[in-house]
């Protein structure tokens, strides 16, 4: 069974949890560990995962760090080839995504999540929300874009593209940002529909 350690509120072990669950049938245990809950700067913690970050995923004997390595992994040993194809001609394109969920979408909305979230209201500065807001549409215009005409990032159904950008899409709408019109707006309610989006992700933000 794998054993994955992380808080379930954190974007990251929520790829990871979206990920199990929409292949359906793989068990697993997780448990509490980072944010609030601590413990992933313990020595035995570090001597896993060095960057003390969440999720680490252990498999037996393998232990993993990084997310998306993790996605990867799970999809190659499952039979997950509806979320990540063999053909490397679809899979650049679904990795693409993936990685520029890690590169853009995050940097650029977790200051404004951040200062919205985890900083006392009399602390936040009405002027830096509003910059961090402008900051943070930038790649949503990019998936609004995109989506025109195409009911997923890649393909006819969800895929390893999707769920990134999907996790930090909620976290834009549950902001109270996002335009409810659009493509954006059509493509996060298709996410909406997925039961294992609704589990992992639709939950409240910390």
Known sequence: ?????????????????????????????????????????????????????????????????????????????????????????????????MDWQLSTVAPALVPLFLLLIRTPAEKRDPALIEKLRKDAEAPFRILETHLAGRKYLEGDDATLADIGPAIWTYRWFTLGYADPNGNLAAWYRRMTERPAFREHIMIPLA
Request: hydrophobic fraction near 35%; glycine fraction near 12%.
């Open 1 to 97: 069974m794998l054993r994955i350690l992380g808080r379930r509120t954190s974007s990251n072990v929520q790829k990871v949890l979206w990920t199990l669950t929409e292949l359906g049938g793989i068990p697993f245990s997780r448990e509490d560990v980072g944010g609030p809950f601590g413990g992933n700067n313990n020595p035995d913690y570090l001597a896993m995962n060095p960057n003390g970050l969440v999720p680490t995923v252990i498999d037996g004997p393998l232990v993993m760090w990084e997310s998306n390595s993790i996605c990867r992994y799970i999809c190659n040993k499952h039979g997950g080839e509806k979320l990540y194809p063999a053909a490397p001609e679809r899979r650049v394109l679904i990795e693409r995504w």
